[in-house]
Structures are given as structure tokens and as C-alpha cells.
């Protein structure tokens, strides 16, 4: 068994990352900045948003740090949104989620400028996803396939069976494995006899945020198994999997904290490298 090393492969990324970065800004003479905005005061919030921050600084991509009141209306939050949309020095919007209830998370994801949807969660985003054109992909399913990927686990023609069908991870993954020619199952809430699915999966994705809900029963022998869950038990941060016994059945696991987290944050580096470069070929584009 290997344990799959998410911090270790991210801060190869990250390397990669900050060279890229450096001649990106070369070539076009700009900062690359990301716009973070987190709402309110929920504590994982602030720490994923630290950490995402906090990458920027270490690749030199210029971060600008909006930290709003729980009561700000959806009004004021949208006007942020417009002003950021048009902002040249702005490649990138994040608005970190959940928000409050009284705000409709799908008209503020939406009223992002699609160019500078780093998270992949707009409309056109996800539509270019499911037409298999290129897009901005989602950060948490792009840093699983590439994990899998500079392991050199074989994806096309894998039973990938994938345990949450959230916005964030499951329905995107469902469609990255697809584009890589496995064949995907989604199990859910109101899936029947989960372990007679599980038991089929070649690659086993678990992202449904319940602690201990995949144990080694149902995992096959020789599995590749991707654990995106998050979960405090006792203090401690906890995946959806029981790794001391499953790590006993499958070949690959991912540990928590150490495996799919730090991949997350990774792939937002590079959407917004990417978002950047994209943008700054176009108005060279047009303006030859
Ligand atoms: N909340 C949980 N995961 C994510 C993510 O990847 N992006 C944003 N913006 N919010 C999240």
C-alpha cells in the first residue's frame, strides 16, 4: 500500500506554479491578482481562506482581501462583484463558500465574469465542463485527477465510483473521470446497497463529509481510494474513510490532512495563472 502524498505533490506544483507564474507576469508586464472574498465569520471559512492567501504570497501573485459582515446584502455583494469584474489588475474572483442563507450562493457565483471564475462554479464553467471544452475546472476535482495522475494510476477504463453528488467535487469529478474515459457511478443518499457499488470501484472517491463511512468492507482489494472528506471528531480532522483498516485492503490512499486539501488550494493557483494568461493573450490579440 502507498500512502498518496497530497502535501508533498502540491509543493512540487507550488514550485512549478511560482515559475510559471514569474514568467507569465514577464511576458505581459502585470501583477496576476486574485480577489478573495469570504462572508461572515464561519471559523473553516477563515482558515481555507488563510491558506489560499497565503499560497499567493509564497508564488508572487498579489491577493486583495475582502472580509464582509454576515449582514451584508446580496445587493452589496453583488456591486463588489460587478467593480472586481471590471478591474484590470483582478484576474481572478473567489468568493469562498457557504454564504449567509439570506444570500442566493447561485446569483453571486453567477454574476462572476466567467473569465475570472477561478473556482469553475459558474454556469458557463460548468456547462463548458460538461461539453468537454476547456474550461476553468473546479479546484478540489482537478487536484484529484492530478494526483492520480503524477502517481500514474491509469483512469481510462477504471470502474471510478464517486460517494457525494455535491456541486463542489462530485458532479464535476463525475465528468472529469468521464472525459478520461472511466466509467463512473455516483452513489448518494439515496443509493441502495452502497457496498455492493463500492466493492466495484477501482478508484473509490469519498466526498460526502460523515466521518467513518467508508470501512475496509467495502473497499476491493487493490483499490485506489480518494478520501475529500473533512470531518472534527475530538479536536482532531478526520476523512470520510477508516484509514487504519482500509489502508490494510487498497494499493493508493490519500490521507487526511495531508492528501486532497492541499491539491485544492494548488489548483487555484494555477486556475489563476491560467485566467490571467488567458486574458492578457486576448487584449494582445485584439490589439494586433
Ligand atoms: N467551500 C468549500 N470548498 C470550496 C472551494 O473550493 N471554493 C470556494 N470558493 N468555497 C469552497
Do not use: W
Not at 508533498?8 to 502585470?30: C, D, P, Q, V
Not at 500514474?152 to 477504471?158: F, L, Q, T, V
Not at 483499490?223 to 482532531?236: C, L, Q, S, T
Amino acid at each position: 500500500m502507498q500512502i498518496i502524498d497530497g502535501k508533498l505533490i502540491s509543493e512540487t506544483i507550488r514550485m512549478e506554479l511560482k515559475t510559471a507564474a514569474g514568467i507569465a507576469k514577464g511576458r505581459y508586464g502585470k501583477d496576476i491578482g486574485l480577489a478573495v472574498i469570504l462572508v461572515g465569520e464561519n471559523q473553516a471559512s477563515k482558515v481555507y481562506v488563510k491558506n489560499k492567501i497565503s499560497a499567493c504570497q509564497q508564488l508572487g501573485i498579489v491577493s486583495r482581501f475582502y472580509q464582509l459582515s454576515e449582514m451584508i446584502s446580496q445587493v452589496e455583494l453583488i456591486s463588489l462583484i460587478d467593480k472586481l469584474n471590471v478591474d484590470d489588475a483582478i484576474s481572478g474572483i473567489l468568493v469562498q463558500l457557504p454564504l449567509p442563507k439570506h444570500i442566493l450562493e447561485a446569483s453571486v457565483i453567477d454574476r462572476i465574469s466567467p473569465d475570472k471564475d477561478v473556482d469553475g462554479f459558474t454556469l458557463v464553467q460548468a456547462g463548458r465542463l460538461l461539453k468537454g471544452e476547456q474550461s476553468l475546472l473546479p479546484c478540489t476535482p482537478k487536484g484529484i485527477i492530478e494526483l492520480l495522475d503524477r502517481y500514474n494510476i491509469e483512469i481510462s477504463g477504471a470502474n471510478v465510483v464517486i460517494l457525494g453528488r455535491s456541486n463542489i467535487v462530485g458532479k464535476p469529478l463525475f465528468h472529469l473521470f468521464l472525459q478520461r474515459n472511466a466509467t463512473v457511478t455516483i452513489c448518494h443518499t439515496k443509493t441502495r446497497n452502497i457496498s455492493d457499488i463500492t466493492l466495484t470501484a477501482d478508484i473509490l472517491v469519498s466526498a460526502v463529509g460523515r466521518a467513518h463511512f467508508v470501512n475496509a468492507r467495502m473497499v476491493k482489494d487493490g483499490a485506489v481510494v480518494i478520501d475529500v472528506g473533512i470531518n472534527h471528531e475530538n479536536g482532531k480532522l478526520i476523512g470520510d474513510v477508516e484509514f487504519d483498516t482500509v489502508k490494510e485492503k487498497c494499493a493508493y490512499i490519500t490521507p487526511v490532512p495531508g492528501g486532497v486539501g492541499p491539491m485544492t488550494i494548488a489548483m487555484l493557483m494555477s486556475n489563476t495563472i491560467e485566467a490571467y494568461r488567458r486574458r492578457h493573450e486576448n487584449e494582445c490579440n485584439l490589439n494586433s
